[in-house]
């Protein structure tokens, strides 16, 4: 019989939530890759998620956005069930960027951005095909739309550049500007400082400011702490795909369990057959 960590209490937040992950398991074969983890984002907030290498996280992200079908538990989007398919979680409000950046290498900026808006389209191909009024209207919107949201970014300017040639840090820029063209309510990024400077992660967090600023919650993967713990209203720990804790910066800092888990020590209690090896090569 497996053994489940103990685990702290979620702190109560008075937001109203947008994603709600509820009992969330997920198996590759014997091998548990997420384990019962329960995970509310709210309205207008900032959620920080982190743990050490192999923890499950990604794991946990590809459930929250339809790439894998949670084993069992659930997953929400303003109290409606998502249906498990990436592009119908997407419709539904939910937009990601991914830990090794996903851009259409050979396309403009601006055709990255305006792949992302896709999913908020009507005109439908026959209508594409002849190319009448309402599909140039909804074009030329589309364009609009993806302009303002390159202006947002800072790489408005890079609009016709192929997305091959711009710098690491504003590749990042232009991935989380594709994922806003979708206009979600819930932006999850996934590592969105990896390999990033000094001064590019600075850029990122503000960027990441401004995002919640206009209305959108999200939900954040990173390894720098000192970018979770200035970002985040609040901070979760999957530690052997459980989680762990989840509070403020001084109760995240201050619990053993967290200090143990970041030491490699092995964690008491353990869930047997747990692991967060399987699944993605990537996963983190």
Partial sequence: MNTQMTTDTAPTTTAKPVLQASGVVMRFGGLTA???VDLTVGEGEIVGLIGP????KTTFFNCLTGLYVPTEGTVTYKGTVLPPKPHLVTQAGIARTFQNIRLFANMTVLEN??????TRTNEGLFSAILRGPGYKRAEAESREKAMELLEFCGLANKAQHLARNLPYGEQRKLEIARALASEPGVLL?????????PQETRAAEELVFAIRDKGIAILVIEHD???????CDRTAVLVQGQKIVEG??????NDERVITAYLGAPLEGAAEGTSTTAGTEDDQ
């Fill in 248 to 253: 403020d910066k001084e109760t995240v800092q």
């Fill in 113 to 118: 951005v305006l792949v992302g808006r896709h």
């Fill in 225 to 231: 702490m000192k970018f979770i713990f200035n970002l």
């Fill in 53 to 56: 290498n192999g923890a499950g």
């Fill in 189 to 197: 990024l996934d590592e969105p400082t990896a390999g990033m400077n």
């Fill in 34 to 36: 997420v384990n019962n």
